[in-house]
């Protein structure tokens, strides 16, 4: 049987539609915190990201998503595998301090003669910063709404931020990216050497993966003429070959292809302009290469 953590808190509405789009079922079991999980062979539990790294380094959890701030910051990078970056919940952990405090980006060597005062929940990420940076400066751990401690209470603070918009709102600028993380799921290696739990893991990831490629695209179809086609089929960016299908009446061709939906603004203006006509966009669920 594998064993899944799922994820508590901000993560779990993205884990869940995720898991779901890939047709993977969760119900609620009689104790909230086990869920059934439909995918055959896969038992889960549901812990805060931060007890999933540490489930998954221990070996009592097999897979498991959280964050890769998490991951660093508990010093697991190298003890558990990446199996899936899920692109999800995107943030940029940064060092940030109050704008009169800040000088052309940069901290000042000390306040009022004294080291400055850094606060973070993440400890061993801001601690190995200021020493990577040379800074003279004390930690100061916080519990949350790191956000609020300066100027009282702390100089700078490392904190990780979507949009940097609560920064902006606090009077904050942002001096130094320590990294970048989103929501990922890793595997404790004995789980990969386990030949009945690596085919499960193998097909959980093929499954949630097909979903994420398919949100990055949308099946494009485009109604063209014969002396048009090769124009036409040269300005899809498809994943292999684009699908031709002749129209009735030998009057053309249909071309369907799954294109990146972020090329949409300049492919559609393209492919009118080379003799594209009655060109359709649809959703796509999944696609497995």
Not at 109 to 125: I, T
Not at 222 to 241: G, I, Q, S
Not at 261 to 274: G, T, V, Y
Request: aromatic share 4%.
């Amino acid at each position: 049987m594998l064993k899944l953590a799922l994820p508590k808190g901000r993560m779990q509405d993205g884990v869940t539609a995720l898991m779901a789009d890939a047709g993977i079922k969760l119900r609620a079991g009689s104790r909230g915190y086990r869920p059934h999980v439909s995918l055959a062979g896969v038992e889960a539990k549901i812990l805060k990201p931060q007890s999933i790294v540490e489930m998954l380094r221990a070996g009592s959890r097999d897979v498991g998503f959280a964050g890769a701030d998490w991951v660093a910051e508990l010093g697991a990078t190298a003890s558990l595998v990446e199996l899936l970056d899920t692109e999800m919940d995107p943030v940029r952990l940064v060092a940030a301090a109050p704008v009169e405090l800040v000088s052309h980006g940069k901290l000042p060597a000390s306040v009022g003669g004294r080291p400055l005062v850094v606060a973070s929940e993440y400890r061993a990420l801001t601690q190995r910063w200021i020493a990577d940076r040379g800074l003279n400066a004390v930690f100061v751990h916080s519990w949350g709404a790191t956000e609020v401690f300066p100027p009282e209470d702390a100089d700078c603070i490392v904190d990780n931020t979507a949009t940097g918009a609560t920064l902006v709102a606090n009077g904050l600028e942002i001096v130094d990216e320590l990294m970048r993380s989103s929501t990922r799921m890793y595997a404790h290696p004995a789980a990969l050497e386990h030949p009945e739990k690596r085919a499960i893991i193998d097909r959980f990831v093929m499954l949630l993966r097909s979903v994420l490629e398919a949100r990055k695209r949308v099946m494009l179809e485009v109604n063209v003429t014969r002396d048009a086609l090769e124009a036409v089929c040269a300005a899809l960016p498809c994943m292999r070959e684009p699908t031709i299908s002749p129209l009735h009446g030998d009057a053309g061709y249909a071309v369907k292809a799954a294109v990146p939906r972020a090329d949409l603004p300049r492919i559609i203006p393209e492919l009118k302009a080379r003799g594209g006509t009655d060109i359709v966009v649809s959703a796509l669920g999944q696609i497995v290469p």
